[in-house]
């Protein structure tokens, strides 16, 4: 069982940066997949960004890559997600994932086994 907490969203002017955290227990976190999505109001959730257990395997969706960087640190079982260059339209609430069924990176939510409760993130213009 792994429980996740979010932190750090916030509100930020189009072009700020948040950095967001992910915080697990259970001793098994360096053994899981990791993935943030978001969900905007009256939106489908959508893929962000996942790592594997080790950290070199890094997806990233097509509309954050190069601004956004996902990075693990397994020591103190916490996941991140620095954004920068964000936009009005990223205005969304942010969840950690873990654990994929297939034991696979992966870009689908429903592959994800747990969530947290997540966190807001709100760019104005």
């Known amino acids: 069982q792994v429980q996740l907490v979010e932190s750090g969203g916030g509100l930020v002017q189009a072009g700020g940066s948040l950095r967001l955290s992910c915080a697990a227990s259970?001793?098994?976190?360096?053994?899981?997949?990791m993935g943030w999505f978001r969900q905007a109001p009256g939106k489908e959730r959508e893929f962000v960004s996942a790592?594997?257990?080790?950290?070199?395997?890094?997806y990233y969706a097509e509309s954050v890559k190069g601004r956004f960087t996902i990075s693990r640190d397994n020591a103190k079982n916490i996941l991140y997600l620095q954004m920068n260059s964000l936009k009005p339209e990223e205005t969304a609430v942010y969840y950690c994932?873990?654990?994929?069924?297939?034991?696979?990176?992966?870009?689908?939510?429903?592959?994800?086994?747990?969530w947290g409760q997540g966190t807001q993130v709100t760019v104005s213009s």
């Open positions: 994932s873990a654990g994929t069924r297939t034991g696979t990176t992966s870009r689908e939510g429903g592959d994800y086994v747990y």
């Open positions: 259970g001793r098994t976190f360096g053994r899981y997949t």
């Open positions: 790592i594997n257990w080790a950290g070199d395997i890094r």
